[in-house]
């Protein structure tokens, strides 16, 4: 696609419901990451991975995250028996690949768990 | 642990007014730093990127240098516009292929 696509925008879950935030990136990059914005916050990162592996995961929060990417393409963050403190913006980047390129993020999932 | 500061933290100019925002970082081993904008509500939008072995990048209005061994970059905007009001960030990356974020600068450009 021509940017790199979240769905969804927002999603606003109960106290303990597992939820699945879903990123679309640029069509042949290899590179794509998740971070976590919370409110007034700046990025954390969660993980990284180039094409379906994933070398860096030192991010996550907990083990009820978990992240997956499939084909080298779409990549999906799954948060299990949300709490109140992970609601914040989810955001997902993509780079060609390599160490030398633009990051292109998309326009994030905010996410509030009640 | 690479750490990024980015002062000042908010920022707020009258129209037209030349500014730099700072942006320093702890371990100068980098491969390269980014500078984005983010406004209320979006993603990040890409404004520059300086890889190591350069000293400086522009784009219009906006020109961003760097200086590795004092862990050192600074973003200039020229002439300043109401549009610029957004929050800019800078980003290094070292051989963990992890961006490092600073904060922010959050700046308002009045009319």
């Known amino acids: 696609g021509a940017g790199v696509s979240q769905s969804p925008s927002n999603k606003v879950t109960e106290k303990g419901k597992d939820v699945e935030l879903r990123c679309d990136p640029i069509?042949?990059?290899?590179?794509l990451y998740w971070y976590r914005q919370s409110l007034g916050q700046g990025l954390e990162f969660l993980i990284y991975?180039?094409?379906?592996?994933?070398?860096?995961k030192s991010g996550l929060p907990s083990d009820r995250f978990s992240a997956e990417r499939t084909g080298g393409s779409v990549s999906t963050l799954t948060i299990q028996r949300t709490q109140q403190e992970d609601s914040a913006v989810y955001l997902c980047?993509?780079?060609?690949?390599?160490?030398?390129?633009?990051?292109?993020f998309g326009a994030g999932s905010r996410l509030t768990v009640l | 642990k690479q750490e990024v500061t980015q002062i000042p933290a908010a920022l707020s100019v009258p129209e037209g007014e030349n500014l730099v925002l700072n942006c320093s970082f702890t371990?100068?081993?980098?491969?390269?730093l980014q500078w984005f904008r983010q406004d209320p509500g979006k993603g990040l939008t890409s404004l520059l990127l300086?890889?190591?072995?350069?000293r400086e990048q522009t784009s219009g209005r906006l020109n961003a240098s760097l200086d590795k061994s004092s862990g050192r970059s600074t973003l200039y905007i020229a002439a300043s516009q109401p549009g610029d009001s957004a929050t800019y960030l800078c980003?290094?990356?070292?051989?963990?292929?992890?961006?490092?974020f600073g904060t922010g600068t959050r700046l308002k450009v009045l009319a």
């Open positions: 980003a290094v990356i070292s051989g963990t292929y992890k961006y490092i």
């Open positions: 980047a993509s780079s060609p690949g390599g160490l030398a390129n633009v990051l292109t």
């Open positions: 371990d100068s081993a980098i491969y390269n």
């Open positions: 069509s042949g990059h290899t590179a």
């Open positions: 300086i890889q190591s072995s350069q």
């Open positions: 991975f180039q094409g379906n592996s994933a070398p860096d």
